[in-house]
């Protein structure tokens, strides 16, 4: 899965790589500013635009077709990619804010873990610490600063080695030892993951591990997106999740997602935040890639033959013209959601749902 592209000449030259490379952001230097090097989007599916042209009356581009099933709205396969279907504006304006909230405030809860427990062991409340601008600092470096707090006990195995405190707070020096911004580690967020935890370091599900059930709004929402893929008259039952976060510059390489035992059950992904650039490769690195753009509240369900292509998020695009997040943009406006506001201008999450 992640992290599975071996570096070496051989896989530099696959026609995967290639265009990853191709979508990459990279910068030129014009008069000391970085600027975004241009690049050629023409080739890439714009399933918005084939929606809208779609219902008025247009015909598909050639190697797209509709799906025929019950969901309310128009669901799109590719011929060449049979089990992948692509979902325009599932989701509602107000469905994306309510994904993109608890992504940032729920989801990242323990006992979910996120890509921060390596080093700074579970932590509460990321998303508010960042926004009452504290900051993470390892308890030693605490207690030498202030040696009389009641409530550290260091004979406590049980008790966090890190702690928020006030950044401002007089009694600590910072030059003390080792600490950091509640709001750098925000940024640094790229999972967290929901239900069966996914352990990273041995690449499969590891159900020894303390877990909640899915929410039941997700599982809902999962089980209706998921209905046009399944296989006839079955329910989806949603047991995990992946939770992606990405800021400029952060791509997900290509990979397969085959830790699953049933692959006739689709993964559901739903985008959110900034508009992104999706590879999906064929069955090998060596088949090249059709490339579409994902925008917040639209579904990508990939499920049988298209479980077995690899596929991956080269590119995010978080300047004004390409993002895509007006009416996000609108809808965060006031100030109780500027935090949610700052956040999601230059980033994008992705919720992906899974079943085994
Ligand atoms: O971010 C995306 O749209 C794809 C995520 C994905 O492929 C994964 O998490 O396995
Ligand atoms: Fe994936």
């Not at 530099?12 to 690049?39: D, G, L, M, W």
């Not at 989701?91 to 427990?117: D, G, V």
């Not at 370091?201 to 046009?228: E, F």
């Not at 992946?242 to 992904?269: A, Q």
Request: aromatic residues 10%; proline residues 6%; contains cysteine.
């Amino acid at each position: 899965m992640y992290g599975a592209e071996p570096v070496n000449e051989e896989s530099e030259r696959t026609a995967f790589r290639k265009a990853e490379k191709k979508y990459k952001i990279y910068y030129e230097n014009a008069k000391k500013k970085k600027i975004p090097r241009s690049v050629d989007l023409s080739e890439v599916i714009d399933f918005r635009s084939i929606l809208e042209s779609f219902k008025g009356g247009g015909d598909l581009p050639a190697g797209v077709f509709e799906l025929k099933c019950d969901f309310n709205q128009p669901v799109f396969g590719l011929v060449s990619r049979p089990g992948f279907y692509f979902i325009p504006a599932a989701l509602s304006i107000e469905e994306q804010c309510h994904w993109i909230r608890e992504s940032l405030t729920s989801f990242p809860q323990p006992p979910n873990r996120t890509n921060h427990n390596a080093i700074y062991g579970p932590l509460q409340d990321l998303f508010l610490a960042a926004k009452e601008g504290k900051v993470l600092i390892e308890e030693d470096t605490l207690a030498e600063n202030i040696i009389s707090e009641a409530n550290l006990d260091q004979s406590n195995v049980n008790t966090p080695r890190w702690k928020y405190i006030k950044e401002l707070d007089e009694s600590f020096s910072r030059d003390a030892g080792k600490s950091v911004s509640a709001s750098v580690l925000l940024r640094k967020l790229r999972w967290s993951t929901l239900g069966l935890q996914f352990d990273w370091s041995k690449r499969s599900y590891n159900i020894a591990l303390p877990h909640k059930k899915i929410p039941d709004k997700l599982c809902m929402l999962a089980k209706r997106m998921a209905a046009p893929a399944m296989p006839c008259s079955e329910e989806f039952h949603p047991e995990a999740a992946i939770v992606n976060y990405f800021g400029l510059g952060d791509m997900l390489g290509g990979h397969l997602d085959d830790m699953e035992k049933d692959w006739s059950k689709p993964i559901v992904s739903i985008s959110l935040g900034c508009k992104a650039i999706f590879l999906l490769g064929g069955k090998s690195r060596d088949h090249t890639p059709i490339a579409m753009f994902l925008q917040s509240g639209d579904a990508v369900l990939m499920a049988g033959e298209a479980r077995e292509c690899f596929h991956g998020v080269p590119r995010i695009f978080t300047d004004p013209e390409n993002a895509e997040i007006g009416t996000l943009e609108s809808q965060f406006s006031d100030e109780n959601n500027l935090p949610f506001l700052d956040y999601i201008r230059t980033s994008r999450v992705n919720i992906n749902i899974r079943q085994f």
